[in-house]
């Protein structure tokens, strides 16, 4: 579980493949390693990932076929940067919202602008996964946990604040640009439950 609250921008030091998928080593100076052990949970770009070892300020992961095809981890090059965040831990901070790391889809930028000293982005989704968007909902975009301003069928806009502009890979998006989506769990939960009451 993780809160969207990028503690770390990264990048990719290499791509290996490995028995038909890859593994990725990750250059993580920022974030700090000290506590994370083989095994724990590192969000990159919002794909919750496996370390599987550790290799002073780097750590390695392997990456499925399924997680290659389905996120944008499979466009990733060495050099190519990505938030990171560390697993939450009980008693820690949700500055965010409850996160998974479970990528639902990807979304488009269509629009980039500035809005005084924000960014504001509008992005286009599946349709599948339009109906999850709600305006003064949360969405993660690429590991962040964001607000929705409005929506309009499958599209919805964000502001970026300076400091997220700074602190993450979002403020370098242009139109065209993909980035992972997960959705608010709590639409997912709830659509189920409003399902299962109807049958």
């Known amino acids: 579980m993780f809160t969207g609250i990028v503690q770390a921008v990264g990048s990719v030091v290499a ?3 490995k028995g038909g998928d890859v593994e990725m080593l990750i250059d993580a100076a920022g974030l700090g390693l000290d506590g994370v052990a083989r095994g724990d949970s ?3 770009a919002g794909a919750c990932l496996t370390v599987t070892r550790l290799a002073g300020r780097r750590f390695a992961a392997d990456v499925s076929n399924e997680t290659l095809a389905r996120t944008t981890l499979g466009g990733l090059v060495p050099g190519s940067p990505v938030n990171l965040e560390k697993a939450l831990r009980a008693g820690d901070a949700l500055g965010g919202h409850y996160v998974t790391g479970h990528v ?6 269509v629009t980039a602008q500035d809005d005084a000293r924000s960014l504001r982005l509008v992005f286009e989704v ?7 968007v709600a305006a003064k909902g949360s969405v993660t975009l690429a590991g962040v946990s964001l607000t929705v301003n409005e929506v309009e069928g499958r599209r919805f806009g964000i502001n970026l604040i300076p400091h997220t ?10 139109p065209g640009a993909v980035v992972n989506l997960e959705i608010d769990i709590i639409a997912r939960y709830v659509e189920r439950l409003v399902t299962a009451r109807a049958v």
């Open 126 to 132: 599946p349709d599948s996964l339009a109906r999850y």
């Open 15 to 17: 791509l290996a493949p």
């Open 165 to 174: 502009r700074e602190v993450t890979t979002l403020g370098q998006l242009a």
């Open 104 to 109: 639902d889809g990807l979304a488009t930028v």
């Open 42 to 44: 590192i969000a990159v």
